[in-house]
């Protein structure tokens, strides 16, 4: 196992497995997110990333623990492994206590530390109160399960 505040689980999961988990994950409810964007074009009440280079995609795994909302969203970015810049999926974690204001968290859930790119998933809570995530690990072919290690969720 790697250190951090993750620990990865690889395994192929069945799609009855996988769809039982999909349905039990906790969804906070959709709500608008301001922006403070001085552009006459920029969106309202909308996540916003902070912008560069990258390309952010679809949110996924959102969750409410501890007084604040957690989502994350699929990036497009550049990253560098064994000294090669590769183009790859992580996923950013932002939190918010009242999804409105919003806050960039550090994450371990980037091709980096996972080996693969990080596609589609969701969130869930586990049995014993953790934090949980399960993915498509690009370049693995297999869906993933990360489990947190503490309530903190950042690197």
Known sequence: MRPGPFCLINFSLS???LATA?????????????ADQPDPLALNFHLMHPGGGSKPADPNAVFYLDGAYHLHYIL????TVKGKIRKGLSWIHVT?????HWTWRKTKLQP?????????GTGFMTKD?????????????????????DHQLSA
């Not at 918010?96 to 409105?100: A, H, K, N």
């Not at 980096?112 to 589609?120: A, D, E, L, R, V």
Request: net charge positive.
């Open 15 to 17: 799609k009855s497995l």
């Open 22 to 34: 999909l349905i039990a994950a906790f969804i906070s409810p959709s709500q608008a997110i301001a």
């Open 76 to 79: 497009t970015h550049e990253w």
């Open 96 to 100: 918010s206590p009242d999804m409105l």
């Open 112 to 120: 980096s530390f996972t080996g693969h790119n990080m596609c589609s």
């Open 129 to 149: 109160g953790r934090p949980a995530v399960i993915y498509h690990g690009g370049g693995s072919k297999r869906n993933q399960i990360a489990i947190a290690k």
